[in-house]
């Protein structure tokens, strides 16, 4: 990084509060999307999670299926044995041959029965199932359009306001720059601080800006003279006269026209 020009306190101080003025500006930009952009977040989340949602329904239809496949190959398998079964019956040497084939006969009925009460049951689950993708399709569609509808307002906003964003925070680096980084620390430390994101104000009606202690004479003859920083200590705000707030916020007005 390039050695930075010696500066006056006194260009310091114009120098923090026209970075103060451009990040506020972004600050305004920012809260007019509000919560935007998390609604948008939170709601492409809902339809990322109903779509896997309808995903794996569609696949357990798909496996019950198989399953009733797998049991009416089984219920075919088990008449061919039968008939076979009933055949050789015709022609057994003896009553325990024909005893045995019985069992056997017995056995496959019984596996026919026990495969045709599970694709009852898997039919059940695949009407259970076909319901629960019925709601959630529905829900999708509802969580869709309300994403298209967000998106949409979001898209509007940003279209207003992403190309103003982008030229103030590039300003934002270019002030930063022109800064020594212990006084930038300090301001963004500040800044972090407080609620509405001010670390440089001016004083007002003889207090520091959006504060109500009043700032001693011989304190606001000391910041008009511009000669050392000085901060509130109430708020830990640095502070500066109200005419070098004038002229900076009149200077920054020309520049904000013109981004």
């Known amino acids: 990084m390039a050695k930075k020009k010696e500066t006056t306190v006194e260009?310091?101080?114009?120098?923090?509060?026209?970075?103060?003025?451009?990040?506020?500006?972004?600050?305004?930009?920012?809260?007019?999307r509000g919560e935007l952009p998390l609604e948008v977040e939170d709601l492409e989340d809902d339809v990322l999670g109903l779509k896997t949602r309808m995903d794996k329904l569609k696949t357990d239809v798909e496996t019950v299926n198989f399953e009733i496949t797998a049991k009416k190959n089984l219920i075919e398998e088990s008449k061919t044995l039968i008939k076979k079964y009933a055949e050789q019956q015709?022609?057994?040497?003896?009553?325990?041959?024909?005893?045995?084939?019985?069992?056997?006969?017995?056995?496959?009925?019984l596996e026919i029965q026990l495969a045709e009460k599970n694709i009852k049951e898997f039919k059940v689950q695949i009407e259970q199932k076909k319901e629960i993708i019925s709601q959630t399709k529905e829900k999708l569609s509802e969580r869709e359009a309300h994403l298209k509808h967000?998106?949409?307002?979001?898209?509007?906003?940003?279209?207003?306001?992403e190309k103003e964003e982008k030229a103030l925070l590039k300003k934002s680096e270019e002030f930063e720059d022109k800064i020594e980084e212990r006084l930038i620390k300090a301001y963004k430390r500040i800044r972090h601080n407080?609620?509405?994101?001010?670390?440089?104000?001016?004083?007002e009606r003889g207090a520091s800006g959006g504060s109500f202690f009043t700032i001693p004479p011989q304190v606001q003859v000391e910041i008009a003279s511009r000669k050392k920083i000085i901060t509130d200590?109430?708020?830990?705000?640095?502070?500066?006269?109200?005419?070098?707030a004038?002229?900076?916020q009149e200077k920054m007005q020309k520049?904000?026209?013109?981004?």
């Open 233 to 244: 200590e109430h708020s830990g705000r640095i502070l500066v006269d109200p005419t070098l």
């Open 194 to 203: 407080v609620k509405n994101g001010l670390a440089v104000v001016p004083i």
């Open 11 to 32: 260009d310091k101080l114009r120098a923090l509060y026209d970075l103060q003025l451009i990040d506020s500006r972004v600050d305004e930009i920012r809260s007019v």
């Open 246 to 248: 004038d002229e900076e």
């Open 150 to 161: 967000k998106k949409s307002e979001l898209d509007a906003i940003l279209s207003e306001t």
């Open 90 to 109: 015709k022609n057994v040497r003896n009553s325990r041959e024909f005893n045995s084939l019985s069992k056997e006969v017995e056995f496959q009925e």
């Open 255 to 259: 520049l904000f026209k013109k981004i």
